[in-house]
């Protein structure tokens, strides 16, 4: 099992910068393929990246294509978001979350990202 806390929300402008970070706990982070959401108010949950555990392959939604950078340290047993020209269609609780197989089931408590136009 696998612990994850995320850090770096916080409130922007439009067209500015962050990075997010998710820490694991556990020995065996490199086995888990990683994923970020996020759930905009009233809007249900939606992935916003994915990095596999092979190959460290990445995936991103398409609204987020070009703009996002997901990033894994297996050593440091990290995962990161590099977000950048943010919208304020961006703001939202974005949640780390791991797996083992093809369902995520291990989630972080979320941090807030807010983008003012």
């Known amino acids: 099992q696998v612990q994850l806390v995320e850090s770096g929300g916080g409130l922007v402008q439009a067209g500015g910068s962050l990075r997010l970070s998710c820490a694991a706990s556990g020995r065996t982070f490199s086995t888990y393929g990683m994923g970020w959401f996020r759930q905009a108010p009233g809007k249900e949950r939606e992935i916003v990246a994915g990095i596999r555990k092979i190959d460290g392959n990445a995936y991103y939604s398409d609204s987020v294509k070009g703009r996002f950078t997901i990033s894994r340290d297996n050593a440091k047993n990290t995962v990161s978001l590099q977000m950048n020209s943010l919208k304020p269609e961006d703001t939202a609780v974005y949640y780390c979350?791991?797996?083992?197989?093809?369902?995520?089931?291990?989630w972080g408590q979320g941090t807030q990202v807010t983008v003012s136009s």
């Open positions: 979350a791991g797996r083992l197989g093809y369902e995520y089931e291990y």
